[in-house]
């Protein structure tokens, strides 16, 4: 295996003066540099940090045509003396390398992946963004780059990394969303790839989640493929309950992703001192503990959102109303609590920030 030690071609422009970093759209802003590492004949090669631009990629490339591929996400904060937080780094990196295996892509070596970003985000770091509740969203990508349109394991891959700045995911905000039950649709099942970060569980949520939107709702609210019944995720997020002062979470049963900013709140909560109670948990479950007053709160988790309130959810013309105006007390106290530590405000009693 070749040594880290990128080579690094130094963008001649910035775009960074075309930034409003008062109003970031998600998604939409891509920093001065990207890193590049690619794979052929059973090993990576070296690495290299390039200016951010378009990559050379012939139309037989087999992820086009089958999508073996796999994706993170992951955000950097700055703190207030300058210093910069990468979050959970070491936490993505084990998931990522979980996914490649899952989709039978040679995963890309911890330190072209660790120091990768390390050292991107440093040549880029006049791109995270000073404001709290902003961060700089930085996303890893490997995918088949063998041109063939057999089906088959591809021997060749690119691995790339790009960033740029961002503020909330939802346009709501921090403000309640409303979700909908889809039961005509399935988001995954049992020894599928619903628990690992894979394109086409994205690709495939997409004509479920427009038809959502046409009615009014944000997101689509996932139930379990066999029985229609069971609450899994939301796609973008894990999501959480309030019931009767526990927090309830579905459990990690293998048709959902398990979330970092998941796995921040359950740890979290044990500090605090709340209950946790990862189960199983219907819709049904849900509509009824609503009506008898024991459910008080729903908000979900993840890395593009952080925690995000859910004001309403929709199920075959039911509706749960709940704090539809604002984040309710359990969320807020977590929403602060993580934005907190991403931000440097509070101790890193869990090692959970990497800083450059
Ligand atoms: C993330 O939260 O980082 C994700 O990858 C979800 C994506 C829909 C933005």
Not at 151 to 158: A, P
Not at 187 to 214: C, F, H, I, M, W
Request: aromatic residues 10%; contains cysteine; hydrophobic residues 35%.
């Amino acid at each position: 295996m070749a040594q880290y030690s990128p080579e690094i071609e130094r963008s001649h422009i910035t775009r960074l003066p075309d930034v409003n970093f008062d109003n970031l759209v998600f998604g939409e802003q891509f920093s001065d540099h990207q890193y590049e590492l690619l794979y052929h004949e059973d090993t990576w090669g070296s690495p290299r940090i390039i200016p951010y631009g378009p990559i050379p990629v012939f139309p037989a490339v087999t992820t086009l045509h089958y999508g073996q591929a796999v994706f993170e996400g992951m955000k950097a904060f700055r703190y207030r003396d300058g210093r910069i937080n990468i979050f959970r780094l070491e936490d993505h990196y084990n998931r990522f390398v979980r996914s490649c295996e899952r989709l039978c892509i040679p995963p890309v070596p911890r330190p072209f992946f660790v120091e990768g970003i390390k050292t991107l985000i440093d040549i880029d770091r006049e791109w995270v963004p000073r404001s709290k509740y902003k961060s700089l969203y930085i996303r890893p990508i490997v995918f088949a780059s063998d041109q063939t349109l057999g089906l088959r394991r591809s021997r060749s891959y690119r691995f790339h990394i790009l960033c740029g700045p961002v503020g909330d995911y939802y346009s709501e905000g921090i403000k309640p969303i409303r979700l909908t039950t889809m039961p005509q649709y399935v988001r995954a099942v049992q020894g599928g790839v619903g628990d690992v970060k894979v394109p086409g569980n994205y690709a495939a949520s997409l004509k479920p989640t427009l038809e959502a939107q046409e009615k009014g709702y944000t997101q689509v609210l996932w139930l379990d493929a066999r029985e229609h019944r069971f609450v899994e995720e939301v796609g973008s997020m894990n999501i959480f309950f309030v019931i009767d002062d526990v927090l309830v979470t579905p459990p990690l049963n293998g048709t959902i992703l398990p979330g970092i900013t998941r796995s921040c709140v359950l740890e979290l909560a044990l500090l605090k001192g709340l209950r946790v109670d990862e189960r199983p948990v219907s819709i049904d479950e849900l509509i009824g503990l609503h009506g008898s007053g024991s459910l008080s709160e729903i908000f979900g988790s993840g890395t593009a959102a952080v925690i995000s309130p859910v004001g309403h959810i929709h199920h075959q013309g039911r509706t749960i109303t709940i704090l539809s105006k604002e984040m309710g007390p359990v969320a807020r106290w977590f929403y602060d609590q993580i934005t907190a530590v991403h931000h440097g405000e509070i101790p890193d009693e869990k090692s959970w920030c990497t800083i450059i």
